[in-house]
């Protein structure tokens, strides 16, 4: 028996309607889905209690109410205070959800059938890894589905991706390797059956993503950032210099708006270490492989210090070392206007080194990263971010308002 949050992030549901933005219009659906798969009229409260647990974040009650209103004239039933999908609507998402089995068992038959373990138990772990894929890779694949063409989007870290959907699934590591191979061959092969299952958990994802967007927008009133000191984080840091990393072009534009806030940006001795670290790490890492490989193979890395290199003619290792004794001190500025400052003072060394010491908090952080990641967090980077918590906590209650600016966090030593 599939989870409640299994279903609804599987199935989507071509749902026409005059509503007029497209996150109402998601919401839309998940309020359907939820009805048709409680299999049960359920209060307002109901409903939205299992939206905010399957979205992790508040859903504002007089949305809610107003969609509610809208669907009563054709889809949802009221009674007693309660809601119930219609018959026609019903049989409207059941047909759906055929068509959505129909298509699961055509794949998992081409792609998944030769192994011991039971149809069943691949059916749900296959679901659920196609969640964690859209999880990481939900935008990357709405630029392939609008750009029709799947080659353009390198997925990386399908292994670890892999590591936690197996997480509760008790596979042999034979099994786990072979499932993994061929989940490999799915997302990188084209057929239009392929294509429909992906659009399917695509836009189920996308829709989701929206929802939490827009509740996410209404809360921050831009303004409650004025004055604010933002910590910035060692991978904040190490690509501001980085004119070939993604957010290159961003960089700017964030400043600007950082500068008319009058926000502050500072860091802490112990991310200008682990600063130092990671940049000293890259730098041996693109020496080896710019020995070990051709200019034409490099040309086709995502790597942004790689690309960087390469944008900076960068032709062998004493041209990297250049580059990078160029990138081993922190930038003084964000991009033009914002100076950098370190913020560092007795006190806040001590909050620091207890924080960084504090087996409890480090505990917790990689627990976190090990539900997403599926595996451990080095210890070096959880010392660094416990002591950047530590740190935030205690500024925050001496010296006014302090956030960290952080931006995906990969491993910086792996």
């Not at 990481?136 to 750009?147: D, E, G, L, P, R």
């Not at 004794?325 to 006190?347: M, Q, T, V, Y």
């Not at 006014?400 to 792996?414: A, M, N, P, Q, V």
Request: charged residues 25%.
């Amino acid at each position: 028996m599939s989870s409640l949050r299994t279903n609804l992030l599987t199935l989507y549901l071509r749902y026409d309607s005059n509503f007029k933005t497209i996150s109402t219009v998601a919401l839309t659906e998940l309020v359907l889905k939820i009805l048709y798969f409680g299999d049960k009229p359920m209060s307002l409260k109901e409903i939205k209690s299992k939206i905010e647990e399957i979205i992790n974040g508040d859903i504002d009650y007089h949305l809610l109410d107003s969609i509610l209103s809208k669907l009563l004239r054709t889809d949802v039933l009221f009674n007693n205070n309660k809601y119930a999908l219609s018959d026609l609507k019903k049989a409207d998402i059941q047909s759906m959800q055929m068509d959505s089995d129909r298509l699961h068992q055509k794949v998992l038959k081409s792609y998944f059938n030769n192994t011991q373990i039971s149809h069943e138990e691949v059916l749900a772990w296959f679901q659920e890894i196609m969640i964690i894929f859209f999880e990481a890779y939900n935008f990357q694949w709405m630029q392939i589905a609008t750009s029709k063409n799947k080659n353009n989007i390198n997925f990386q870290n399908i292994d670890d991706i892999a590591r936690r959907s197996f997480s509760n699934y008790t596979f042999s590591p034979t099994d786990q390797v072979w499932l993994t191979s061929q989940f490999k061959k799915f997302i990188n092969d084209s057929n239009p059956e392929i294509d429909q299952l992906f659009a399917q958990y695509g836009l189920a994802s996308f829709s989701a993503r929206l929802i939490n967007a827009k509740n996410f927008a209404n809360k921050i009133n831009i303004d409650a950032f004025r004055g604010t000191t933002f910590l910035l984080d060692t991978n904040v840091l190490m690509i501001l210099d980085l004119e070939s990393h993604l957010l290159n072009g961003s960089i700017a534009k964030l400043e600007s708006i950082l500068s008319t806030l009058d926000i502050k940006l500072e860091y802490l001795y112990v991310t200008k270490e682990e600063y130092r670290g990671a940049m000293a790490w890259k730098r041996e890492q693109l020496k080896s492989v710019f020995e070990e490989y051709d200019e034409n193979i490099l040309r086709q890395s995502d790597c942004p210090f790689i690309r960087t290199a390469i944008h900076r003619k960068c032709q062998n290792t004493e041209d990297i070392n250049r580059m990078f004794d160029g990138l081993e001190n922190i930038p003084s500025k964000f991009r033009n206007i914002i100076d950098i400052n370190i913020k560092e003072n007795a006190a806040l060394e001590e909050i620091i080194s207890q924080g960084s010491n504090d087996s409890i908090l480090k505990d917790k952080l990689n627990t976190i990263y090990r539900r997403y990641k599926g595996y451990d967090k080095k210890d070096p980077a959880l010392t660094h971010d416990a002591g950047l918590i530590a740190a935030t906590y205690y500024l925050r209650k001496n010296e006014g308002e302090y956030i960290i600016l952080d931006f995906y966090r990969f491993d910086l030593t792996d």
